[in-house]
C-alpha cells in the first residue's frame, strides 16, 4: 500500500510540476563579462580581519555588484558586499565585507579546515591563474575564519553518476587539495569580514597574464545565493569559462621549495594471530615540493605514510559488480584531475588506490616517488613514478607504476590529450599491465560539448578486443541540462592500475532536466527540478543485464527543505553460471538468485529538512520488485550541530530483501562525533557497524593542524565482530612544512 501510496504522489507532483507558470532565467550569453582590478602595494595589510579599520584597504576602491542566483534569479543581492584585492612581490592579498543587517543570526557550522560552506554564511572565489577557463583554485571561509580550499579541473565536470563520489576524487572537483595560506575574520555590528593571504608560491600560474576569476556569497537567512560573475541554472563557482577577469597583476615568478618531513610512531595488536601481541613500529619519511616554474612544479616522495587519512565508509555490495572507494590520500590528491582519465567512478584508466592497496584493503609499503605536474602555456603535463615493495604473504612483488599525462587545451573549451599507464614486477619480465588512451573534448559554445576517450591494455595475456571507449555530447543552458553517451568495455580490456565498475559491457544512458522557477516571487517553492534519465548494459552476446528508467522531481523549498519524488523502472537479467562460465550470484550469504531476466518497477521519496539549521535530517526511501520479490531499502541521517564547535551525524541504511530464493537484511549504522576546539584544533570519532561482515569499527582521529594540512596526529584504530576483536592500532604522527624559499 506504501509502495503504490509513494507512486501516485509522484504521478501527481510531477504532472503538477510540468504544468506550473514559471518564468525562464538564464545568465546571458554576453560574453562581456564583468573585470576587477588589482592594486600593488608597498606595504601589506596586517592580516587579522579588520577591514573597516585599515587604512591600506580603505585607500583602495572596492567593487562587488553581486546578483542572485537564488531565490530571485536575475535580482541584486539583499545585503551589500565590498571586495578589494591586492599584492606585494610575494602574497595576493583579498579583502571582503559582507554587510549583513542581522549579524546575530549568521548560520556557522563545523569548523574544521575543509567544512562544507553550502549551508553556512561563506564567502568564496575562484581563481583561473591560467586564464583557461578550464582549471582553477578555490578558496574560502566563513565568519569562523575556516580555512577552506579546492582545485578544479575541467570546470568541475567529472563523473556522470557523481553519487558514487564519497568525498575523495575522482576528477572535476578535489576538495582534498591543501594550500598553505592565512585568512582571519571578524565579525560586528556591520556584518563580517574576512581578509586572505595566500602566497603566490602556493598557486600555479603563468606570469604576465591575467587571470580569471567569481566570487560567491551565501546569505543564509534568507538562503541567499549571490555571484559576481552571473551564471546560468545549474551550474556553479567551478563553471570557470564564465568568470569575470582580474588584471593589474604584476607578479614575479617566485622561488618554491618545500620540504615535509614526518615522524611516526604505532602500536599495533591483530588478534587473529596465535599469541597476539603489540608490535612496536617506528617511521621517518617525507615530502619535498620544488616549482621548477611558477606553473611545474615536481614533488618527490619516501617512505611514503598515510596515518592521518579518515577511513573509508562502510558499504553492503548488492549487486555483482565493483564497489567504488575513493582517493583521500594526500600525496595522490594534488593535480589528481590532471591525471583523471576515461569516465570518472566507473572506467577510470588510472585510479591512484591501486598504489599501495592491496586487493582485500591491505598495505602494500610505497618504497617512494616523484610526480612532476603543471602546465606549460596551453599544455597540462603530468609524469608520476612510484615503486612499492613486496608482500610476500599476499603473493605481491616489488612493483614500479608510471604514468605519463599530456593534456593541451584549445580555446572554446576543447582539448586533447593522451594518456601512457605502466606497472611493472620488478622481479619478473611478464608481470606488467599496460593501458594507452587518446581523450578529447569540442566545446560548441558556452552551452554544449562533446567528449570521450578510446584506450586499449596490453598484458601477457593474449586477449581479445581489449579496448573501452565513450563518447558523450552535454548541453547546460536555458535551464535544460541534456546529456547521452555511450561507453564500450571490451571483454579483454584490463586496466590493473585503474577501476571498472563492472567488465566486458556496451551502455547508452541518457538524461534530460530542466529547471523551473515559478513567476511568483512569493512563492514558497524556489525551483522544481523534473527530469528523465536512463541507463542500460548489454554484454556481448546481446544479453541485457541491467536496464534502469528513472522518472522524478525535486522540489525544492526556499525555506532550504527538499523533496524527490521518482519512480525506477528496471530489469536486471542474471547470467547462468553454467552456461555461460561465470560465479553463481550469492546477493548474501546462502542467497543464490536464479539465472533470469527479471522486470520491475520501484518508487522512490527523499526528503531533507534545510541542512543550515543546527538540526536537520536527511530520510530516502526505496520500495520496490528485486529478483523476483521485494526489496526495502530505506536511510535515515540525523546532523545536530551545537554551536560552532559540535557536529554529530548518526546514520542507518536499512536493506530488507525478501526473495524467492531467501530473504535477507543488511544494515549499517554510523556514528560520527567531532568538536573543534579552534578550526585548527579538533577530535573526531567514526563508529561503523555493518551486520553483513558482523563487524563494528572504531576511528577516533585528533588533529592539530599547521600549513596545509601538517601537524600533530593522534590515530586510534579498533575493530571487532561477533567473534571478538580483530585489530588494535594507536598511532601518533607529527608533520610540518619547511618553506626553504622566502
Not at 598504489?355 to 598495505?363: D, H, K, L, Q, T
Not at 613486496?390 to 608510471?402: A, C, L, P, R, S
Amino acid at each position: 500500500m506504501w509502495h503504490s501510496l509513494k507512486l501516485e504522489v509522484f504521478i501527481g507532483v510531477f504532472i503538477a510540476s510540468l504544468s506550473a507558470f514559471a518564468q525562464n532565467p538564464s545568465a546571458s550569453d554576453n560574453t562581456d563579462r564583468p573585470v576587477a582590478n588589482a592594486v600593488a602595494l608597498e606595504t601589506a595589510p596586517a592580516i587579522d580581519g579588520e577591514v573597516l579599520n585599515d587604512a591600506i584597504w580603505q585607500a583602495i576602491e572596492p567593487f562587488g555588484d553581486l546578483t542572485q542566483v537564488q531565490p530571485n534569479f536575475g535580482r541584486p543581492a539583499s545585503e551589500k558586499t565590498e571586495i578589494r584585492i591586492a599584492y606585494t612581490k610575494e602574497p595576493f592579498y583579498l579583502s571582503v565585507v559582507c554587510y549583513d543587517s542581522r549579524p546575530d543570526e549568521l548560520v556557522v557550522s563545523d569548523a574544521r579546515r575543509d567544512a562544507d560552506l553550502d549551508n553556512t554564511d561563506a564567502f568564496l572565489f575562484i581563481l583561473d591563474t591560467y586564464k583557461d577557463g578550464q582549471n582553477g583554485f578555490i578558496f574560502g571561509t566563513n565568519s569562523l575564519g575556516v580555512e577552506y580550499d579546492g582545485q578544479v579541473d575541467n570546470e568541475g565536470q567529472g563523473n556522470f553518476n557523481a553519487n558514487r563520489q564519497q568525498g575523495g576524487t575522482i576528477g572535476g572537483f578535489n576538495l582534498n587539495w591543501d594550500a598553505s595560506f592565512e585568512v582571519r575574520t571578524k565579525v560586528g555590528d556591520f556584518g563580517w569580514s574576512a581578509e586572505f593571504a595566500i602566497p603566490v608560491r602556493t598557486l600555479r600560474f603563468q606570469a604576465g597574464k591575467d587571470w580569471g576569476i567569481n566570487f560567491r556569497r551565501n546569505i543564509r537567512k534568507s538562503n541567499e545565493i549571490v555571484y559576481w560573475s552571473p551564471l546560468p541554472l545549474g551550474l556553479d563557482l567551478k563553471r570557470l569559462s564564465l568568470a569575470g577577469t582580474l588584471t593589474g597583476l604584476d607578479l614575479p615568478s617566485p622561488g618554491n621549495l618545500k620540504l615535509i618531513p614526518y615522524v611516526l610512531g604505532r602500536m599495533d595488536n591483530d588478534y587473529t594471530m596465535v599469541d597476539s601481541k603489540n608490535e612496536y613500529t617506528a617511521e621517518v619519511g617525507g615530502d619535498v615540493k620544488f616549482s621548477v616554474t611558477p606553473s611545474l612544479t615536481l614533488d618527490l616522495t619516501y617512505n611514503t605514510d598515510f596515518a592521518q587519512v579518515e577511513v573509508d565508509d562502510q558499504q553492503i555490495n548488492l549487486d555483482r559488480f565493483n564497489l567504488f572507494f575513493p582517493e583521500k590520500r594526500p600525496f595522490f590528491l594534488e593535480n589528481a584531475g590532471l591525471f583523471s582519465v576515461g569516465s570518472p567512478g566507473e572506467v577510470d584508466l588510472f585510479f591512484s588506490r591501486r598504489i599501495g592497496i592491496g586487493e582485500n584493503g591491505s598495505v602494500v609499503p610505497i618504497i617512494g616517488g616523484a610526480r612532476l605536474s603543471g602546465k606549460l602555456n596551453r599544455t597540462n603535463v603530468g609524469l608520476l613514478s612510484m615503486w612499492t615493495e613486496d608482500v610476500q604473504e599476499e603473493g605481491i612483488e616489488e612493483n614500479n607504476f608510471t604514468v605519463a599525462r599530456v593534456n593541451h587545451e584549445f580555446k572554446g573549451r576543447s582539448a586533447l590529450g593522451a594518456v601512457f599507464i605502466n606497472r611493472q614486477g620488478l622481479q619478473s619480465d611478464d608481470n606488467y599491465n599496460r593501458t594507452i588512451a587518446l581523450d578529447g573534448k569540442l566545446g560548441l559554445g558556452k552551452k554544449a560539448r562533446i567528449s570521450g576517450f578510446f584506450a586499449k591494455t596490453k598484458d601477457p595475456n593474449d586477449t581479445i578486443n581489449a579496448h573501452s571507449y565513450k563518447l558523450q555530447a552535454d548541453y547546460n543552458w536555458n535551464n535544460w541540462e541534456l546529456r547521452a553517451a555511450y561507453t564500450e568495455v571490451g571483454q579483454g580490456f584490463n586496466p590493473e592500475v585503474g577501476f571498472l565498475l563492472r567488465s566486458s559491457f556496451r551502455k547508452p544512458e541518457g538524461l534530460v532536466l530542466y529547471h523551473l522557477r515559478p513567476k511568483n516571487q512569493n512563492a514558497k517553492i524556489l525551483e522544481y527540478r523534473p527530469h528523465i534519465s536512463y541507463r542500460g548494459y548489454w554484454n556481448f552476446k546481446g544479453f541485457q543485464e541491467t536496464g534502469f528508467l528513472h522518472v522524478d522531481n525535486h522540489w525544492e523549498y526556499k525555506n532550504g527543505m527538499e523533496i524527490h519524488t521518482g519512480v525506477n523502472f528496471t530489469k536486471e537479467g542474471v547470467l547462468d553460471p553454467l552456461i555461460d562460465g561465470v560465479e553463481p550470484f550469492e546477493i548474501s550469504e546462502g542467497v543464490i538468485v536464479e539465472p533470469g531476466t527479471y522486470d520491475h518497477i520501484e518508487s522512490q521519496i527523499v526528503f531533507f529538512t534545510n541542512m543550515s539549521k543546527p538540526l536537520s535530517i536527511n530520510l530516502r526511501s526505496v520500495i520496490g520488485g528485486s529478483f523476483g520479490g521485494t526489496k526495502y531499502v530505506e536511510s535515515i541521517t540525523g546532523r545536530l550541530r551545537l554551536g560552532d564547535k559540535f557536529n554529530a551525524e548518526l546514520g542507518l541504511q536499512y536493506n530488507n530483501f525478501q526473495l524467492p530464493v531467501g530473504n535477507f537484511t543488511a544494515n549499517i549504522l554510523r556514528s560520527q562525533l567531532s568538536y573543534a576546539f579552534k578550526p585548527n584544533i579538533y577530535i573526531q570519532g567514526l563508529v561503523q557497524h555493518n551486520t553483513t561482515d558482523k563487524l563494528w569499527a572504531t576511528n577516533v582521529r585528533f588533529g592539530w593542524l599547521q600549513q596545509a594540512n601538517t601537524g600533530l596526529f593522534l590515530v586510534w584504530n579498533y575493530n571487532t565482530w561477533e567473534a571478538g576483536p580483530l585489530n588494535n592500532s594507536i598511532i601518533v604522527k607529527y608533520t610540518r612544512m619547511f618553506d626553504l624559499v622566502k
